[in-house]
């Protein structure tokens, strides 16, 4: 694991609020098991609490906390194109996660920093663009501080999305 990658680590598992690249865009992440981390995403990005977040993580285990029926994570696999699926959430599952519905998204990724985060934390990543409510997404570090100015915790360097 790069230097950075163990950082980002550290940063998500003390609370924190880092940006980093997914697997189509520059995104923003926490851990779910930090509610203020997740309302800390929400303020950041300006975002209305009913709209939700979704769930990214390189292995399905990681959402069982996460859905009534963790039996139903079995038929969920990674696509060629990044699919999120709508399951029923559990009743521990925050509702600023699932904006209020009775439902959390979810999206398996095999994208290597998104593995190596979900490894190292033993956890699903909240997951959301890195953009403010109605604004493009940031491509680029500059992007980064211009919107959220000094209130990320960490930044992995984005990385081309135009290729």
């Not at 211009?146 to 992995?156: G, M, S």
């Amino acid at each position: 694991m790069s230097f950075r990658s163990r950082l980002a680590t550290q940063y998500l598992e003390a609370g924190g609020v880092i940006s980093h690249p997914t697997d189509t865009i520059q995104g923003l992440a926490c851990l779910p098991r930090f509610e203020s981390s997740i309302e800390r995403i929400i303020q950041l990005k300006r975002r209305s609490t009913s709209k939700g977040l979704i769930l990214l993580a390189s292995d399905v285990h990681y959402f069982a906390d996460y859905v009534a029926d963790p039996s139903q994570l079995s038929q969920i696999t990674i696509d060629q194109v990044p699919t999120t699926y709508l399951l029923k959430a559990s009743q521990n599952t925050s509702q600023l996660l699932t904006g209020g519905f009775d439902t959390v998204a979810i999206r398996l990724t095999d994208n290597p920093l998104v593995l190596n985060l979900c490894q190292k934390t033993h956890s699903a990543l909240v997951s959301t663009s890195a953009n403010t409510a109605g604004k493009d997404t940031a491509t680029s570090t500059l992007d980064l501080i211009v919107f959220f100015k000094q209130e990320l915790d960490f930044i992995i360097t984005p990385r081309n999305y135009n290729n």
